[in-house]
């Protein structure tokens, strides 16, 4: 595949594969305004419908140097931003599936997801709770996990897109214990940390003060922690979330695990804002995307930020560029 743009930074021999997302989201919108700037760090591949994302670059210079695979899967005269529709979510899939077939046959070395509806992709058929799972499935990857991330804050997911309810009832020690162990591992390989340093959460406030709100820090998180100890040096826990959290605001952590999903996004939103990035560990290439959803209210209208697809490329090529090394 050979590509027309020639970025001149450290990262200019990757080349990135960004997926248009669902088109009716602001995946199109978010590629077209962060063009100029990601195309100056590294060779970008977008896959989508080149119809789609033409309609944000209207009011822009010409894209001279895009390298755009057009599947040309969305009926034109049907198609509006904002809509959740079978079609789209079968189309954002689509673009997954090229995506795979790209670095099947190294045609890029990591990729970068716009943002998918997950109801759409079940109207469409995909039992799937999103790009993870997808993912995961389709490289039959043995294990996977969420890593989200700003700036020097990073926190893993021990459980990903569940109910509150059955949070504790997914919790296990031998599982946590070896997402822990893929966290440790990635912050070695993917961003070149020595010894890393981690801190698990405890699932109930106060870290359940010693069993008296819960009983799950004892059974399983405490458990776990212990297995680890001699493998990962520095590893504590549980400790209540806030300061857990607050600690590694402050540096004294290299990785926070957090029990469930929003235990991670309400501080990485407060701080991050539309910075944040989503990294999938455990795939054999290196997957990122934005920190948010398609946001359907505002799809077609210029309003969408592009901050965090632009850190979510550059994470992509940082650790891309680690594992080169590594």
């Keep these: 595949m050979a590509l027309k743009n020639t970025p001149t930074s450290k990262y200019s021999r990757i080349r990135v594969g960004i997926t248009l997302g669902d088109p009716s989201g602001v995946g199109g919108e978010i590629i077209a305004a962060s063009f100029a700037q ?17 309609k944000f670059v ?9 390298k755009f695979v057009d599947l040309k899967n969305i009926r034109h005269k049907t198609f509006s931003f904002g809509k959740i529709k079978a079609e789209y979510g079968k189309a954002s899939i689509e673009y997954l599936d090229k995506a795979l077939e790209l670095l ?3 045609e890029i070395d990591c ?12 109207r469409a058929g995909y039992k799937y709770s999103g790009h993870t799972e997808y993912l995961a499935q389709k490289t039959s990857a043995r294990q996977v996990e969420m890593m989200l991330l700003y700036q020097d804050l990073r926190f893993l997911l021990a459980t990903r897109h569940i109910p509150i309810k059955a949070v504790p009832r997914a919790l296990h020690t031998q599982t946590l214990c070896q997402a822990i162990m893929l966290a440790y591992r990635s912050l ?3 961003f070149a940390v020595s010894n890393p340093r981690l801190v698990v959460c405890g699932l109930n406030p106060h870290a359940s003060d010693n069993g008296i709100i819960g009983n799950e820090e004892a059974r399983i998180i405490k458990p776990a922690v212990r297995r680890l100890k001699p493998t990962i040096r520095h590893l504590d826990g549980p400790l209540p979330a806030d300061a857990a959290i607050s600690k590694a605001k402050d540096r004294e952590y290299d990785c926070v695990v957090a029990m469930y999903h929003d235990q991670a996004l309400i501080p990485l939103k407060l701080l991050g804002g539309y910075t944040g990035v989503n990294l999938t560990l455990g795939l054999r290439f290196v997957r990122t995307s934005p ?3 398609t946001a359907f209210d505002i799809a077609g209208t210029g309003q969408a930020d592009p901050s965090s697809l632009i850190e979510a490329v550059k994470c992509a090529l940082e ?4 594992l080169k090394r590594a």
């Excluded at 990601?38 to 033409?54: H, M, S």
């Excluded at 990729?111 to 079940?122: G, N, R």
């Design 38 to 54: 990601i195309t100056k760090l590294a060779q970008c591949v977008i896959i989508g419908d080149r119809w789609v994302f033409d």
């Design 58 to 66: 209207v009011h822009r210079s010409p894209f001279s140097d895009l």
């Design 104 to 106: 099947c046959s190294n």
């Design 111 to 122: 990729l970068v997801t716009c943002p998918i509806s997950k109801e759409a992709i079940h």
């Design 188 to 190: 070695r390989s993917y």
């Design 291 to 293: 920190l948010h959803g």
């Design 319 to 322: 650790c891309t560029v680690n």
